[in-house]
């Protein structure tokens, strides 16, 4: 009957991962590389030798160009074999780890490798760097410092200006290196200023937009703007506190000429300001009368009640009585009303001649002054004879027939005369009258 039997088996991994201890005579396989453990009842896995089977006489091992081999033992458990290299002193393959690799960096190796194969083609590095078209900056070091070779940060962009940052070089715009270096953008004011001569003692002053030009600082200008505030600046003028006055007429204000103001003037306020008045316009201005010798001999009098002034020659004066009647006289408006006063009539006449006579009207008043009553009316010719009417306006005080004997007249009518009435001698059918005299009477 056939006996079937499996052994305790997992990868090398696994078994590491669980690291059993097998039992004494307990075998265990490794799947993934073949090999077989056998347990002893106390060694853990990972220390636990794998097992080793059989005679390996007669078996040959050989080894290639640059190797050697020697061997030991022919039973089971005590058999080994060397294999060995004959590596080269100082270059080529060494042994790092118990595993062959090439000495790239020795100095003994012989021999190119073309740059096509991905080597230099050269023996050493100078050669190396030419045959690879490197220049001198490819030996530099990176940095800052003398003959190193800048590198670039992050962030550099077409038109950058470079800037050093640690030891590196970063990109900046040209508003970021005008910020850094504390430039001005180019402005047409500034190249206005650029374009000045300087010379000693010019200050720059702008003469529009973009435009500019030096004017003159002498010593006193200096000294002004080099005061520190309003009150400094006045000290080195010389001004005084009047200076800081208004010009005006209110309190505390000074005067200012409105006009031209000549020597010995008198001043006059004139709005806000002052206007120069000479004597006599001043005397006007006042309605006052100037300096006279008959106001001194008046001024000289001694005043009293019911005293009037009168000169008694030039430049002398005296006082008189002044009674009621008067002064009842003296306050009348007109002689009129003085002769009311009076209680007496005033009496008049138009008086004339007409040498000789025409048929025509002849004005003997072409107004009256006031008013009044045609009290008698008389008129004779030397000879000849005319019709002659007396008319106040359009109307006949007397119509007459008029010879060399006619004299007064009578049965006067109309004879009322108003002030501006026009007073008329109307001549008619006249017959070679000659030097005809008349008188019209009246009173007031």
């Known amino acids: 009957m056939a006996v079937q039997i499996q052994l305790r088996r997992g990868t090398a991994s696994q078994w590491t991962s669980t690291n059993p201890t097998l039992a004494a005579g307990e075998i265990a396989l490794e799947t993934d590389t073949n090999k077989i453990k056998l347990g002893d009842g106390s060694t853990a896995w990972t220390s636990l030798a794998y097992a080793a089977f059989g005679d390996i006489t007669g078996v040959d091992i050989t080894a290639g160009d640059g190797l050697d081999i020697s061997q030991s033992g022919t039973t089971a458990g005590n058999y080994t074999a060397t294999v060995s290299a004959d590596l080269k002193s100082n270059g080529g393959l060494v042994i790092e780890s118990t595993e062959i690799a090439v000495k790239l960096d020795a100095s003994s190796i012989t021999g190119t490798l073309a740059i096509a194969d991905g080597g230099t083609g050269s023996t ?15 030996v530099l070091a990176t940095g800052i410092a003398n003959t190193n070779v800048p590198k670039f940060t992050s962030g550099v962009a ?4 470079l800037r050093v940052i640690g030891t590196a070089i970063e990109g900046r715009s040209a508003s970021e290196l005008l910020s850094d270096i504390g430039a001005q953008a180019v402005d047409a004011d500034l190249t206005a200023i650029a374009g000045l001569t300087s010379a000693a003692d010019k200050g720059i002053q702008f003469t529009g937009s973009g435009s500019a030009a030096v004017y003159d600082l002498t010593a006193a200008g200096k000294a002004l703007l080099d005061d520190a505030d309003a009150a400094a600046q006045r000290t080195t003028l010389g001004l005084g506190t009047a200076a800081l006055l208004a010009t005006g007429i ?37 309605g006052a009368q100037a300096s006279d010798a008959d106001l001194t001999a008046i001024a000289g ?12 020659g030039s430049g002398s004066a005296a006082v008189y009585d002044l009674t009621a009647a008067g002064k009842a006289l003296l306050d009348d408006a007109d002689a009129a009303a003085q002769r009311t006063t009076l209680g007496v009539t005033n009496v008049g006449s138009y008086t004339g001649q007409i040498e000789t006579v025409a048929d025509k009207t002849y004005t003997l008043d072409p107004g009256a002054a006031t008013a009044r009553t045609i009290s008698g009316f008389f008129i004779k010719s030397a000879s000849g004879t005319v ?17 060399d004997s006619t004299g007064d ?21 006249n017959s070679s009258a ?4 008349f008188a019209v009477e ?3």
Request: net charge negative; glycine share 8%.
């Open 124 to 138: 050493s590095a100078g050669d190396a760097r030419t045959a690879l078209g490197l220049g001198t900056a490819a």
């Open 158 to 161: 077409d038109d950058d200006f």
């Open 250 to 286: 209110s309190n505390t204000n000074v005067i200012q000429a409105g006009s031209a103001v000549s020597n010995n003037d008198f001043l006059r306020i004139n709005g806000t300001t002052v206007r120069g008045r000479s004597a006599s316009e001043t005397l006007s201005d006042i």
């Open 301 to 312: 009098l001694t005043s009293a009640a019911d005293k009037g002034i009168q000169f008694t």
């Open 387 to 403: 019709t002659a009417a007396l008319k106040v306006g359009t109307a006949v005080v007397k119509s007459a027939s008029v010879t």
């Open 409 to 429: 007249q009578s049965s006067l009518a109309n004879t009322s005369v108003s002030a501006n009435d026009v007073l008329t001698l109307v001549c008619s059918s």
């Open 434 to 437: 000659l030097d005809v005299i």
């Open 442 to 444: 009246f009173t007031e």
